[in-house]
């Protein structure tokens, strides 16, 4: 329907609505009716197709052919046992897959926007899903349009349609109706879902919602396209690739060569099997999705929610951290800190609600509240001087000498509460501030603000950087210290009121800077009697001053001396001044060098390039600073997370490697161009997040070494053991090697704790999970088991023709005994204490009790094994004396080989 053509209230005749909006029973009609507002392709996949998905990769079709050519040579056993095992490693892939597909499904509900509609005349918020054909909607700044609809009302609106359109420029919108044939990108009295509000604010009637919107349309051609890899699915997918075509070459070099020498057809095709099932690892799909599910559902446990999977990749190589201050580094709430009357200086200790504009820039100390203020910091303790209190003046308040507090920071206090339109849990940051700290020193600002009603006010102004209010005897003034000042001829001070003089006037200039240079916002307060001369802002009595800042998290500073330790470098990025922002970033244990946004502009992008190693404090920074300075670093080869709140942040976001948005003060806009969104807007939730993201690689890097150790092991055994003409271990015993070690064992690494993972330099982002390190560990850990269980091969055997079935079963059980010995040395040679995972202990456990019941129950019939008795185990247990030694070796130089390439990253760092 031409639903832009038509008049606004054309619309909302044809959707049977008003601007008031729906009632909730028509709403809920509705909704059943056309269902939620949401892209169907935005589901996961169902369960049927998350279980056939477990037996497409091309390395379960190798040992599919395997148990075809298995149940062909009359080996019909090995053939079912292969299917059986199969199958339960199919299911065991589907469990973790769909509890994974179910955390993020749980996840994206998380996520959800909420909007605000008008229902029955009342402005309320409910999530998107909700939203139906006729709702009225309100939309702001930083908004996303939940559903296509037509404007009512719009002021000043502008709207991103880059997602339909293609147009990086956003367009502007009106309500009037535009022509029918009017294309996409012209049709201004629309909106669409999906896109953008960059400016200003509108009402308009929802026409259409889920699959029947513009976005809708553009995603019903997406349905059924996979989501693209991760680098880490990408490095596993060519591993797979790669071991399937070692396989089959390998097969095609060994049958044959049996045949020759006289092994027999059959025996040659068995040994093949065994070598197709002993290469491919195959638990590796279904751990690495399990490992990374867990972590992600960690992550939003500990208030990161992640967005997209590549992040937790990338987290692993952050090397730098750009940082917003406001609500970040700081608590986000502006408090009173220090409060000053001629002669004496008081900490005060009030808090107030958050800080939502802290971080929009500031002015010198000069400033009023309104006018952005000096930024905020945390001055420390700011000491209270005795001093000699005359008689109050008598426009003092009676009650302050009763509650034992100064006479002359009760009236500074109360001017500070009057002259406000704030309450302590509503209003300007500033000003519910200052509420709170009169309220903090025991004054009851309500019932003083009943005692002196305000009759009248001179609103604030940011030319006249000051405001006024008139009671029935007094005017109560505030603002900018030095307008203040220049408007007061007397003074406040402890033997009552004096005319102001220079020496004064000079000592209160003195005090301002004083307060200035530990970045605080400083704020100017006077009275005067309501029938004094000249006009409510002339011949005022200066009282003193209030410095207000919004300090820093208490926990910030430890999490950056660990992000710093970690070999990752912090830049703070802020829109406030460069005193704060210095203050701010060596209260934090930043380095203070710092640059402002108009010297940024000023540079080209190579000085940018240079100059941005040695700065880490950015002042004065607005969005399209970030991108560049975001550009000048990631061009210099580092892997940046970026924070982000606002509309104009999205491309700096986008563009980062690790684009972080706030969940709380964050727009809709910033959140969907992030790949992580902060929940509680902290710093140290950054370096929680860049911990669990690196102990989530760890944990896989664990797993494949663990892994590929075991198969490139069982692969030696079984080619070498076959030119001798033995046929060491069949592919049933083979596939249960590697479910017991690649199943609930190598299920338990992926719940490891992060070891040293913040000791270590930022893995670089270009080097694959397989690193010169693995490759080490593969080869030491494959040689020693290949070695030593080849030793004990022909020690059983004892001269042996052919493979008995007590030889075939101490190498059976020692391979398994030696994958569980190597799993704690894998896990320590990656810094992981050895008893910090129960789970693992329990795993281990869990797989010796059925290996135990394959050697000791009848499945040893199907298995090919024998008991063991006690002299048997105690040969194994010289086996394992000898070969642990050798392998906790293998693990330490593995240790000492990444600890000096991480020196060796760190000594190369940039100064």
């Known amino acids: 329907m ?37 892209i169907t392709g935005d589901h996961g996949r169902g369960p049927l197709a998350i279980f056939l998905a477990q037996f497409s990769s091309a390395l379960i079709w190798v040992l599919l052919v395997a148990a075809v050519l298995s149940f062909a040579i009359g080996h019909v056993v090995d053939a079912v046992l292969i299917g059986i095992i199969l199958l339960l490693n199919g299911l065991f892939g589907f469990v973790q897959e769909y509890r994974a597909e179910q955390s993020l499904e749980a996840l994206r509900e998380m996520a959800a926007p ?40 719009a002021h000043n609106l502008q709207v991103d349609e880059a997602p339909l359109t293609g147009e990086s420029v956003p367009v502007g ?15 201004e009295s629309m909106l669409y879902k999906g896109t953008s509000v960059t400016r200003g604010r509108a009402v308009a009637v929802v026409v259409e919602t889920g699959m029947e919107t513009e976005m809708g349309e553009i995603a019903a051609a997406l349905i059924g396209a996979e989501d693209p890899q991760t680098p880490l699915q990408r490095d596993l997918d060519r591993l797979a690739r790669r071991l399937g075509i070692g396989v089959v070459a390998l097969s095609a070099l060994i049958v044959p060569l049996l045949v020759l020498r006289g092994r027999g057809f059959v025996q040659a095709g068995l040994t093949a099997v065994s070598l197709a099932v002993a290469a491919i690892p195959e638990g590796l799909p279904a751990v690495v999705t399990l490992t990374l599910a867990l972590g992600v559902r960690k992550m939003a446990g500990e208030n990161a929610l992640v967005r997209t999977l590549p992040a937790v990749e990338a987290l692993g190589s952050v090397d730098v951290v750009c940082t917003d201050k406001t609500g970040t580094l700081t608590e986000g709430e502006m408090r009173v800190q220090a409060a000053w009357v001629d002669g004496e200086t008081f900490e005060i200790g009030a808090d107030s609600g958050d800080d939502d504009g802290a971080d929009t820039g500031s002015v010198d100390a000069g400033a009023s509240p309104e006018d952005g203020g ?14 000699g209190a005359a008689d109050p003046a008598d426009a003092v308040s009676a009650d302050a000498d009763a509650a034992g507090r100064n006479e002359r920071l009760d009236r500074l ?84 009121l004096r005319p102001m003089d220079a020496e004064t006037e000079g000592r209160i200039e003195a005090q301002i800077d004083a307060f200035a240079d530990q970045a605080l ?13 000249g006009g409510p802002e002339e011949n005022l009595v200066f009282v003193g001053l209030q410095g207000l800042i919004d300090p820093p998290r208490e926990e910030v500073r430890a999490a950056i001396a660990d992000t710093h ?46 100059r941005v190693e040695s700065v880490h404090v950015f002042a004065r920074a607005e969005p399209t600073h970030k991108v560049r300075i975001l550009g000048a670093l990631q061009a210099n080869g580092h892997t940046v997370a970026m924070t982000g709140d606002g509309v104009n942040d999205a491309p700096a976001l986008k563009n980062a490697d690790v684009g972080i948005a706030m969940g709380i003060r964050g727009t809709d806009v910033a959140k969907q161009a992030s790949d992580i969104v902060l929940l509680d807007d902290n710093y140290a939730t950054i370096r929680n997040a860049i911990r669990r993201g690196r102990t989530i690689f760890d944990n896989l890097w664990k797993f494949v070494a663990y892994l590929l150790s075991a198969n490139a092991a069982e692969v030696a055994v079984v080619f070498v053991g076959s030119l001798f003409g033995y046929l060491v271990l069949p592919a049933v015993q083979l596939l249960w090697i590697n479910l017991l070690t690649d199943g609930l064992p190598a299920l338990a690494l992926g719940t490891d704790p992060a070891g040293e993972v913040m000791e270590r330099q930022p893995r670089e982002r270009a080097t694959g999970i397989i690193d010169s390190e693995m490759v080490g560990f593969i080869g030491g850990a494959g040689l020693t088991a290949t070695v030593l269980l080849l030793a004990l091969l022909f020690y059983t055997l004892d001269g042996a023709a052919s493979v008995t079935p007590y030889a075939m079963t101490m190498v059976f059980t020692g391979f398994v005994v030696f994958e569980f010995i190597k799993l704690y040395v894998v896990r320590w040679a990656r810094g992981t204490p050895a008893l910090t995972n129960r789970w693992l202990a329990v795993a281990v456990a869990t797989s010796l009790s059925l290996q135990f019941a394959v050697l000791y129950t009848p499945l040893n019939d199907y298995f090919g094994t024998v008991p063991l008795d006690l002299a048997d185990w105690a040969v194994l247990g010289v086996v394992f004396v000898v070969g642990a030694p050798i392998l906790v070796l293998v693990g330490w130089l593995t240790r000492r080989r990444d600890l000096e390439h991480h020196l060796a990253e760190e000594a190369t760092e940039p100064e």
């Open 374 to 387: 000096v930024g905020s910091a945390d001055a420390g303790a700011v000491d209270s001087t005795d001093g």
């Open 114 to 153: 909420e909007v605000r509609v008008r229902r029955e005349g009342t402005e309320r918020r409910i999530e998107s899903t909700a939203i139906v054909p006729g709702d009225v909607v309100l939309v702001s700044q930083g908004d996303v349009v939940p559903a296509d609809a037509r404007l009512l009302e």
């Open 173 to 187: 919108k009106a309500t009037e109706p535009v022509g029918a044939d009017a294309p996409l990108a012209e049709r």
């Open 565 to 610: 330790r970690a070999g990752i470098d912090v830049k703070v990025i802020t829109g406030d001044n460069a005193l704060t922002a210095r203050a701010i970033a060596e209260q934090v244990g930043v380095e203070s060098t710092v640059m402002t946004g108009q010297e940024v502009e000023a540079l080209d992008d190579a000085t940018l390039r240079e």
């Open 2 to 38: 031409d639903w832009h053509s038509r008049s606004a209230a054309a619309a909302c005749e044809e959707l049977e609505t008003t601007t008031a909006g729906l009632t909730s029973e028509e709403a809920d009609a509705r909704l059943a009716d056309v269902g939620p507002n949401e």
């Open 413 to 496: 206090l109360e001017i500070g509460a009057l002259c406000n339109d704030a309450t302590v849990e509503d209003g300007d940051p500033t000003e519910r501030a200052l509420v709170a700290s009169a309220a903090a020193e025991g004054i009851d600002v309500d019932a003083r603000r009943n005692e002196r009603p305000r009759r009248d006010e001179v609103p604030f102004s940011s030319e006249r950087r000051r405001m006024a209010t008139i009671h029935d005897d007094l005017v109560y003034v505030k603002g900018a210290p030095k307008e203040i000042l220049g408007r007061s001829t007397r003074v406040l001070g402890a033997d009552g």
């Open 521 to 533: 916002r400083v704020l100017g307060f006077a009275y005067k009697a309501r029938d004094d001369d």
